[in-house]
């Protein structure tokens, strides 16, 4: 959530940064200023009403301490009024508060100056390449007709218990599963992040703490009942650990690392682009998340950055890196970069991984604060990635390591799975 503060003094430079991001309603920076000068001038009000009737308390104490009761009761004949008065202002405050706040959820983060202009993902920019992009032999498979041909996932048999995007992996496709989650929790580890195990379902509060809601409620499972949510991205619970948090200064940075399922209706999905593990409902993944210093989070952004391309090269995985687009960035990041693996049956680039740094927007809607080198509080920064999320690591993986022999297991994962072929 933007600072009103923020909006109000640079009202031209809010406007110009959220055209970046491609932003259909301007007006509202205007509704938002226009509520926040109303707030203040009904807080002032309030504030004179609340100041003369605790100097007129104040003036009866003493003259009643005085011995002059008439004059004591004269004033007290106005504090009525100024009780009034003072509670119709409250009520008028609070509305206008409530209305504040509808308005600036509204609004999107405000898009580092490096993102480029654009609004579709062809107009995303190429940071960097990596790796080589394998030559299959004749006859090679698209991940999903390997998956059948090797008995390593049912996408059948997952329709029949839940629908489609809820695949059931089985023998060494779980054992892959299983050793993929081990390897980057490991990695993680080595990094310096610490392990958190987390619910799988939030309530409304973190929801709205990270970002998701309300923007993304009609891409979240809701349990009606319960008033719950299923978790779209262990981001979510993970920053929400520190949901009204103040820290010391020098307990930044904070890393912190899970596993988790991860559930998203993915509504509007269809055609050959999401076939097989391209795209899921329920599909598993490993998170981080760091809560810095603002000084330092572009920084860490590069470093995280360079954590996920790690994985992916110690893979052996063809990879590249790019910088989303304004247009292309989601409703909270400031700066993004996305991580695609090369899909060598399918020909395309896969997205395995987002590293977004969000700086105060999150921060500001948890009220997660640390105190400085002053003792003053401030709004920390906060960051995330997919450290990774599995099914397109597992369809690259697949594809690009099949042979007319069998499916070679990439060195780092044999000591995981215990086996280094599929055959």
């Known amino acids: 959530m933007l600072q009103v503060s923020y909006i109000r003094d640079n009202r031209e430079q809010v406007l110009e940064r959220l055209a970046v991001k491609n932003f259909k309603q301007p007006e509202l920076i205007d509704e938002v200023i226009g509520l926040d000068e109303k707030r203040r001038q009904t807080q002032n009000l309030l504030d004179n009403v609340s100041s003369q009737s605790n100097a007129a308390a104040k003036q009866i104490g003493e003259l009643m301490r005085n011995g002059k009761k008439e004059e004591a009761e004269a004033i007290k004949a106005n504090t009525g009024k100024w009780k009034e008065e003072g509670k119709q202002l409250g009520e008028q405050l609070s509305a206008v508060e409530a209305e504040l706040q509808d308005k600036i959820v509204l609004l999107p983060n405000l898009p580092h100056s490096s993102v480029p202009k654009g609004i579709t993902p062809e107009e995303n920019e190429i940071v960097l390449e990596n790796g080589v992009i394998p030559e299959l032999y004749a006859g090679a498979q ?56 987390l619910p799988l379902m939030v309530n409304e509060a973190s929801g709205f703490g990270t970002g998701q809601l309300p923007d993304k409620e009609g891409q979240m499972y809701f349990v009606g009942q319960d008033n719950l949510y299923l978790i779209p991205t262990a981001e979510v619970p993970i920053t929400n650990l520190y949901r009204d ?41 490993v998170e981080l998340v760091q809560v810095v210093h603002p000084d330092t989070s572009y920084e860490v952004l590069e470093g995280m950055s360079l954590h996920v391309q790690s994985l992916l090269q110690k893979l052996g995985l063809p990879y590249r890196v790019l910088r989303l687009c304004g247009g292309d960035m989601s409703f909270t990041a400031a700066l993004t970069y996305d991580m695609e693996t090369w899909s060598a ?5 896969l997205e395995v991984s987002s590293v977004s740094n969000f700086e105060t927007f999150q921060s500001n809607r948890l009220k997660l604060r640390f105190r400085n080198a002053e003792g003053k509080t401030q709004l920390a920064h906060t960051l995330n990635g997919s450290a990774l999320a599995l099914p397109r690591i597992v369809a690259t993986l697949l594809e690009n390591n099949q042979t007319e022999k069998g499916i070679k297991i990439p060195e780092v994962l044999v000591p995981y799975t215990k086996f280094e072929w599929i055959d």
């Open 345 to 349: 049956a399918q020909g395309r680039w």
């Open 142 to 197: 698209p991940h999903w007709e390997l998956a059948t041909k090797y008995n390593l996932i049912d996408f059948e048999l997952g329709v029949k218990i839940t629908g489609a995007g809820f695949p059931v992996y089985k023998g060494k496709g779980a054992k892959l599963q299983r050793a993929l989650i081990a390897f980057f929790l490991d990695e993680a580890e080595k990094a310096g992040y610490d392990e958190v195990m």
């Open 245 to 285: 948090v103040i820290l010391k200064g020098e307990e930044l940075p904070i890393r912190n690392t899970g596993y988790t399922p991860c559930f998203r209706r993915e509504a509007g999905s269809y055609g050959a682009h999401v076939r097989g593990l391209n795209r899921l409902h329920q599909f598993d993944k």
